[in-house]
Nanobody, 124 residues
Framework: QLQLVESGGGFVEPGGSLRLSCTAA????????IGWFRQAPGKEREGVSC??????????DYADSVKGRFTTSRDNAKFTVYLQMDRMIPEDTAMYYC???????????????WGHGTLVNVSA
C-alpha cells in the first residue's frame, strides 16, 4: 500500500505561482509514475501532468491547458514529486490530487494509489 500526501495548495492571485508536493513515507514512490489531477466544482476530474518512474526515461507529459505554465519534477532522495504552477489563471482553481501508477503512457494511464488532495484557489 502506498500512501500519498499532497501539500502546497492555497490562495494565489492570477499570474502568481504555487508549488505542490506529493510525498510518500518510503522510497517506493520512486518506482511509480506519478500523475497530477484536478477537479473543479461541478466539473469532471482531468489529468494535469504525469512523470515516469525512476527507472524510465524521464518522460513527462502535460494537459494542453497547462503546457508551458506547469512543470512536474521528482526529488528521489526526498520521495517527493512536485508540480510547479506558474502564470496561474482562475481556471486553475480546483482540488489537486496526485496518484501513482505503473506508467504515464496511454490515453488514460492507470493509477492505483491516490492522495486526498490539496485545494488551489486562483482569484484576485
Amino acid at each position: 500500500q502506498l500512501q500519498l500526501v499532497e501539500s502546497g495548495g492555497g490562495f494565489v492571485e492570477p499570474g502568481g505561482s504555487l508549488r505542490l508536493s506529493c510525498t510518500a513515507a518510503t522510497f517506493t514512490l520512486n518506482y511509480y509514475a506519478i500523475g497530477w489531477f484536478r477537479q473543479a466544482p461541478g466539473k469532471e476530474r482531468e489529468g494535469v501532468s504525469c512523470i515516469s518512474d525512476i527507472n524510465s526515461d524521464g518522460y513527462s507529459d502535460y494537459a494542453d491547458s497547462v503546457k508551458g505554465r506547469f512543470t512536474t519534477s521528482r526529488d528521489n532522495a526526498k520521495f517527493t514529486v512536485y508540480l510547479q504552477m506558474d502564470r496561474m489563471i482562475p481556471e486553475d482553481t480546483a482540488m489537486y490530487y496526485c496518484a501513482a501508477g505503473p506508467s504515464c503512457h496511454g490515453t488514460q494511464p492507470r493509477m492505483d494509489y491516490w492522495g486526498h488532495g490539496t485545494l488551489v484557489n486562483v482569484s484576485a
